[in-house]
């Protein structure tokens, strides 16, 4: 597992964080399916974590060219 607070500049390595992030994502979206009470905040979460997500992509495709 990596860890998603240290950067990383092998492909294969962001590949992983890539997957890892992605994971996390699907765990809060089965949280939020699997609740009564999903709250605005619960949205907010996921929001940044899909920004956040996206500006990794961003960045590892400048280390790819």
């Known amino acids: 597992m990596i860890d ?4 990383v500049y ?3 390595r962001q590949i992983q964080y890539l997957k ?3 994971h996390l994502i ?4 089965e ?7 999903v709250e ?6 996921l929001e940044d974590s899909f920004r ?3 500006l ?3 960045q590892f495709k400048q280390d790819w060219d």
């Not at 998603?4 to 950067?7: A, D, I, R, S, Y």
């Not at 699907?26 to 979206?29: A, I, K, N, R, T």
């Not at 605005?40 to 979460?45: I, V």
């Open 26 to 29: 699907q765990q809060m979206l």
């Open 4 to 7: 998603l607070g240290t950067p």
């Open 52 to 54: 956040k997500t996206e």
């Open 40 to 45: 605005r905040s619960d949205l907010d979460r």
């Open 56 to 58: 990794k992509i961003k």
């Open 20 to 22: 890892q992030r992605v």
């Open 31 to 37: 949280h939020m399916e699997d609740s009564s009470e």
């Open 10 to 12: 092998d492909k294969s």
